[in-house]
């Protein structure tokens, strides 16, 4: 059964960091790219980051440039979201998702490129 499992969310204060993590399970998890996806309430999923299967290109949301990095271990595997500088408006519910053998910037930053998901791990940040 594949199936991907996010964790690390939670309550948070602006300025303050957290780290979510993605545990995937059921296939060979070095072939899928990771990407990071975000939901606020009332508004569409948009793209946050994503990492090719490889591990040597990532991409980021230009509103989250500079603050998070995505990466990933493929002995444990995990992919990591490490987000610093948080602020109000990164207040969502966060979700992981694989895409076999991504890595073209196109596509990976296309949700509907991807496969499986996880459930989710909500993110607030107060002001």
């Known amino acids: 059964q594949v199936q991907l499992v996010e964790s690390g969310g939670g309550l948070v204060r602006a300025g303050d960091s957290l780290r979510l993590s993605c545990v995937a399970s059921?296939?060979?998890?070095?072939?899928?790219?990771i990407g990071w996806f975000r939901q606020a309430p009332g508004k569409e999923r948009e793209f946050v980051a994503a990492?090719?299967?490889?591990?040597?290109?990532?991409h980021y949301a230009d509103s989250v440039k500079g603050r998070f990095t995505i990466s990933r271990d493929n002995a444990k595997n995990t992919v990591y979201l490490q987000m610093n500088s948080l602020k109000p408006e990164d207040t969502a519910i966060y979700y992981c998702?694989?895409?076999?053998?991504?890595?073209?910037?196109?596509?990976?930053?296309?949700?509907?490129?991807?496969?499986?998901w996880g459930q989710g791990t909500q993110v607030t940040v107060s002001s």
């Open positions: 990492i090719s299967y490889s591990g040597g290109t990532t």
């Open positions: 059921g296939r060979t998890f070095s072939y899928y790219a």
């Open positions: 998702a694989d895409q076999y053998k991504g890595s073209s910037v196109g596509p990976i930053k296309d949700l509907y490129e991807y496969d499986v």
